[in-house]
């Protein structure tokens, strides 16, 4: 039982390793773009947010030695390049709906975003029907793609 309780753990905490996502305009008076590079609240993943269709997508465009070590372990994949977010749409306002893929755990999971400020972003990804859920705040660092 203690294994499935830290499996999950690191299923939720997974979560958040490189969650960030898109969300609506602020307002029309005041559009804010959510492309950029932003950081998760570690800074040790920083994603690119950029169109992708009608969609957002968000790519590593940076990794710290640690977390490009976690991913390679898993998935057997380059973290710096990799596609993380996917299909992320506009919801209702200022949350966007789409799917971020863990490397560190080889799994993707659904996600929502809340779009807090200009500069900052409400990462939330839930598990067992939406009981258990964690979010954290990402940073932008460069408004410009990088």
């Known amino acids: 039982m203690n294994s499935c309780r830290k499996r999950f753990a690191r299923i939720v905490a997974g979560l958040f390793l490189v969650g960030g996502s898109w969300a609506g305009e602020a307002s029309a008076a005041e ?51 990799k596609q993380l977010m996917r299909d992320f749409s506009p919801g209702d306002g200022r949350v966007g709906h789409g799917k971020v893929f863990v490397p560190d755990l080889g799994m993707t999971f659904s996600g929502t975003a809340e779009r807090l400020d200009a500069n900052t972003i409400k990462a939330k990804g839930c598990v067992v029907g939406n009981l258990i859920c964690k979010s954290q705040l990402w940073t932008r660092i460069d408004r410009s793609p990088a």
Request: proline share 6%.
């Open 31 to 81: 559009p804010m773009s959510f492309e950029g590079v932003w950081r998760n609240p570690r800074d040790n993943v920083h994603l690119e947010l950029r169109p992708c269709g009608t969609y957002l997508c968000g790519y590593v465009v940076w990794a710290s030695e640690a977390a490009k070590k976690s991913a390679r372990r898993v998935s057997k994949t380059e973290l710096v390049g």
